[in-house]
C-alpha cells in the first residue's frame, strides 16, 4: 500500500507541475474511478490526491446514490418496544463523507459549509409529502437519527484532518464499507481560500456489483419467478445429493 | 467445512451428557479453533459481506439439530441470521429456501425406515400451501407497514415459549414415570378430531379421522413457514402427537415430507413477491446443514425420545428467552432507519 501510495505521489506530483504550468489552482484525481462488488467484496480504500496551486484548504465531499429513507421511532407499549411514528424522508444520499486539512468550521463560514454540503449536518433531504405533519422540534429528532444511525453503519463518515498536504500536494483516504450500496457517487473536491471556494472538481465514481454477484442480482430481480424455482431445484438436489452420498458410508 | 470436525466429535459423544459438546453445541457457530483463516464472502441479495466458515458452522450445527430432532431448524437459524446482520425480510426467506434441502435428505432418510405417513401428508401439504401463500401476503403487508420485525419476535417469543415449555414438562414427567417403570401408552385414545365430518383412513398412523384438523394444522404452519422462516416441525410434531393422535414413530417423517413443498412455496413466493431469497447464502447454509442433518438423524438413534424432547424444549426456551430480552430492554437507540418499500 505505500509503495503504491508513493507512486501515485509521483504521478501527482506530476500532475501538480503540469497544472502549474497551466496555472489551473486545482487538480484531483482518485486511484480508482469505479468499484466492483465481487464475492469477496469487503469494502474499499479509495486514494484521493492532488495538487493545489498555493496553500490553502481543500475539503473533499462524496455522495452516494440518493434514497427514500424511512426513518422509524420505537416507543413501549405495554412492556415491548415496537416502531410508532414514522418519517419518510426523500433525497437522502445512501453514502455521505467529508474529508478535510483542518477543522471545517475553521475553514469557512456556516453559510459557505451549507452551500457545499461540507458536513453532514447541512444535507438537504426533504420530507416526503405523506409524513408532512410533525413539529419542526420533532422533525429535527427524525433528521438526526438519519445522520446518527448512517454514521454507526460507518455510511457517513466525518473525517476533519484526514486531508493530508505535503508542499503543494495532497491526499485522502475515502472508505466504503461493504455495506455501500451500490450507484453513482459524485467525489467534489473544493479548494478554499479565505473562506471561500476559489476552485472546484467534480469526479464520478460509480459503484456496481460485477460477474457472479451481478448475474445473481440481476435474476432475482428481473425474473423473479425463475430465481425462485431455480432456488427450489438447488436445494432439492443438494438435499437429494447429501442424503445419496451419505447412504454409502 | 469447518463444522465437520466437531460434528464428528459430538455424534461420538453424543451418548454422553457431560461431554464438551452438549454444553458448547456447534449450533451457535462459536466454538471453533481461533486459527481459523477468515474468508470473507459478500451476499448479493442479503447486501453484506460474512466470514463463509460462520455461514457454514451455523449451517452445520443447525442442520445437526434438524437432523436430531426432525425438525427444520429454522427456528434457529432465522433468529441466528438476524444476530450476524442479515436484514431480517432476507433471513426469513432465504432460510425456507435452506430448510428445502434439509428436509429433503431428512425425509429421505426417515422414508427408508418406512417412517412417512405418505397419504396424511398430502394432506398438510394442501392446508400448509393454503397457509403459506396467505402468509406471504401478510409479510409483504407487515413489511410495508414498518412492523415485520416486531411480527416476527413475537411469533417467535409465543410459539417458542410455548412449546418449549410444553415439551419440558411433557418429557420430564415421562422420563419420572419411566423411571418408576409404570407407564403406557394407551391402544386407543380418543381425540376431539374423530367427531369431525370428510372422514378418511390412514393406514400407516392407524388412523380414521376427519381431514379438516390435519388441513387446519398445515394451514397454521404454512402460515409461520412464510412469516417466520421456519419450517414449523416445532408446532407440527406436538400437533401430530396431541391433536391428531398420530403415533410418535412417522411423525417426524411426515412432517419433514409437509415442510419441503411448503418451504418451496414459500421461496418462490417471497422470490416473486419482495426479491429477499439469498441463493448463495441458502447454498453455503444448505450445504453445512445437509451434512450436520445427517449426522443428527444417525445421532437420535442414540437418544431416547423424551430426553431428545427436553433436550429441544430447552434450546426452544433459550431461543425464547433471548427474544424477549431484546423486546423487553430498552433500545440503545430508540430510532432506527430503512429503505422505503415502493409499493
Sequence with gaps: MTQRTALLFIVALTIGSASQAASQPLVADMSESSISITSNFTGKNILLFGAVDEASDVVVVVQGPREEMVVRRKARVSGIWMNRRSVTFQGVPAYYAVASNRPLDEIASQTVRAQYRMGGAFLDFAVAASTRHLAGNELIEFREAILRNKRREKLYLDAENSVQFRERLFRTSIVFPATAPEGDYAVRTYLLRDGRVIAEQSTPLQIRKAGFERTVFDLANQQPALYGIIAVLIALASGWLAAALFRRT | ?343
Excluded at chain 2, 122 to 148: A, D, N, W, Y
Excluded at chain 2, 328 to 340: K, N, T
Design chain 2, 1 to 343: 467445512m469447518s463444522g465437520e470436525p466437531t460434528l464428528l466429535l459430538c455424534v461420538s459423544q453424543a451418548h454422553n451428557p457431560n461431554s464438551s459438546c452438549s454444553s458448547r453445541s456447534p449450533a451457535f457457530g462459536q466454538g471453533r479453533p481461533a486459527g481459523l483463516p477468515t474468508m470473507q464472502i459478500y451476499f448479493p441479495i442479503a447486501e453484506i459481506s460474512l466470514n463463509i466458515f460462520l455461514v457454514l458452522g451455523m449451517g452445520g450445527g443447525v442442520g445437526f439439530l434438524s437432523g436430531l430432532f426432525g425438525v427444520g431448524g429454522g427456528f434457529l437459524m432465522t433468529p441466528l441470521l438476524i444476530f450476524i446482520g442479515v436484514p431480517p425480510a432476507v433471513a426469513v426467506a432465504t432460510e425456507a429456501n435452506q430448510i428445502v434441502a434439509a428436509s429433503v435428505s431428512g425425509v429421505i432418510a426417515h422414508w427408508r425406515r418406512n417412517n412417512v405417513d405418505l397419504k396424511m401428508g398430502l394432506i398438510l401439504v394442501i392446508g400448509g400451501f393454503l397457509g403459506s401463500t396467505v402468509g406471504s401476503f401478510l409479510f409483504k403487508l407487515l413489511r410495508e407497514i414498518g412492523q415485520i420485525d416486531l411480527v416476527i419476535s413475537l411469533s417467535f417469543v409465543l410459539f417458542l415459549g410455548i412449546v418449549g415449555s410444553l415439551m419440558v414438562v411433557e418429557s420430564v414427567r415421562l422420563i419420572l414415570r419411566s423411571r418408576k417403570g409404570g407407564y403406557r401408552k394407551k391402544a386407543h385414545q380418543h381425540y376431539w378430531a374423530h367427531g369431525l365430518p370428510f372422514k378418511m383412513r390412514f393406514h400407516k398412523s392407524k388412523l380414521y379421522i376427519s381431514i379438516i384438523p390435519p388441513i387446519l394444522v398445515g394451514f397454521f404452519v404454512g402460515l409461520l413457514a412464510a412469516i417466520m422462516g421456519v419450517g414449523g416441525g416445532f408446532i407440527m410434531i406436538p400437533a401430530m402427537i396431541y391433536l391428531l393422535g398420530m403415533p410418535t414413530s412417522v411423525v417426524v417423517g411426515t412432517s419433514l415430507f409437509q415442510i419441503i413443498f411448503v418451504t418451496a412455496n414459500v421461496t418462490l413466493l417471497h422470490s416473486i413477491n419482495t426479491q429477499t431469497v439469498d441463493v448463495v447464502l441458502a447454498v453455503l447454509l444448505l450445504a453445512g446443514a445437509v451434512i450436520g442433518a445427517q449426522f443428527g438423524a444417525r445421532a437420535s438413534g442414540l437418544l431416547r425420545g423424551e430426553q431428545l424432547r427436553a433436550l429441544l424444549g430447552i434450546i426452544v426456551l433459550a431461543v425464547c428467552a433471548k427474544l424477549i430480552v431484546d423486546l423487553v430492554f430498552e433500545p440503545s437507540d430508540l430510532f432506527s432507519i430503512g429503505r422505503a418499500i415502493a409499493e
